[in-house]
């Protein structure tokens, strides 16, 4: 899946306008940072992918996990009849799994790039040609107009993957009391969030020893020279992810390995040794921090699961 959230303007030369203000403004900072959805182009699209299937690599196996055997639960809480709205285009496994439990009346795919959201909804609809499927183009960061179709229905938000963790809390809970508002009032959301656990299979998930998620976060750099005319020499940059436990989160940077300089859209930048460009925020949480954000969100957790090594939440929630 593809996790790119804003409409996409380009200028004359073609050249992403909102990547380039949010590079030249993060390069600018003491502590330099770019937001992580510039991640997710093509390469970095398929290198996420593949990432999800690494050993170190818990989350998604965790979470298709909870999904396939507490299938009955699901089935039992959510009720038939119900339009389930999922933000950001359906990765192949987790939907169907969840689809496949309950009953659904209708599938409504929100994502910002239409072609990964035709992909997925033509898939979706392959597998259960029975489900009417209502794709919608849209950036799930605003509120959105629900097809007319669904309107009466009760709705489900669907948000696995621990997403919500990439935002920091202000950016969470407008996110949250947006779903809830796009929803309506009576709706549920089930969410994956993932857990605290120990830094060392963190560290080990987010650097792992075949060094995906460091062609991963390295490929941000490359995009920023293929795109933005930039000279960042790529082979003076180190992947790192670290356990900030202050903000119970991994963070990824790109750390400079000798002093280096560099141009990007025609501005100049440096880097000392040693030097970061953070790249990534992945939040992790307990029990009471998952409910504590999801009630500044205005939604009510009422059920919660974990995989059987109790590394993974999914948390269902009412508006
Ligand atoms: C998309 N997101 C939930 C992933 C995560 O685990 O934070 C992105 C990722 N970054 C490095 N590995 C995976």
Not at 23 to 44: C, H, M, N, T
Request: proline share 5%; hydrophobic share 40%; net charge negative.
């Amino acid at each position: 899946a593809r996790k790119g959230l804003t409409l996409v303007n380009l200028d004359s030369d073609g050249v992403d306008t909102a990547f380039r203000a949010d590079v030249l403004q993060g390069l600018s900072e003491p502590q330099k940072a770019i937001p992580a959805r510039w991640f997710y182009d093509d390469i970095g699209s398929d290198l996420f992918e593949q990432i999800t299937g690494l050993p170190e690599y818990y989350p998604t196996r965790a979470e298709t996990e909870i999904l396939t055997e507490r299938c009955d639960e699901f089935g039992g809480l959510i009720g038939p009849g119900t339009a389930v709205v999922e933000f950001g285009s359906g990765s192949s496994v987790k939907t169907p799994l969840l689809l496949g439990c309950i009953d659904p009346a209708a599938y409504v795919p929100l994502d910002i790039a239409g072609d990964f959201l035709r992909a997925s909804a033509d898939a979706l609809a392959a597998q259960f040609p029975n489900l009417p499927v209502f794709p919608v183009e849209a950036d799930f960061m605003r509120q959105v107009q629900l097809p007319a179709d669904v309107t009466a229905m009760p709705k489900l938000g669907f948000f696995p993957g621990s997403t919500i963790g990439n935002m920091v809390a202000r950016t969470a809970v407008d996110l949250l009391r947006t779903m809830r508002a796009t929803l309506g009032e009576g709706s549920q959301l089930l969410i994956g969030m993932d857990l605290i656990k120990d830094p060392k299979v963190l560290t080990a998930a987010y650097d792992d020893s075949q060094g995906v998620t460091a062609r991963f976060n390295l490929n941000l750099a490359a995009r920023i020279n293929r795109e933005l005319g930039g000279t960042i020499p790529i082979e003076d940059l180190r992947h790192v992810a670290r356990w900030n436990d202050e903000f119970a989160r991994i963070e990824m940077h790109l750390e400079a390995t000798r002093t280096i300089e560099f141009v990007v859209s025609a501005r100049r930048f440096a880097m000392t040794e040693g030097e970061t460009i953070h790249t990534e925020n992945s939040h992790k949480f307990s029990r009471r921090s998952s409910n504590t954000l999801l009630l500044a969100g205005g939604w009510t957790p009422r059920h919660w699961w974990l995989d059987r090594q109790e590394r993974f939440s999914l948390v269902l929630a009412d508006a």
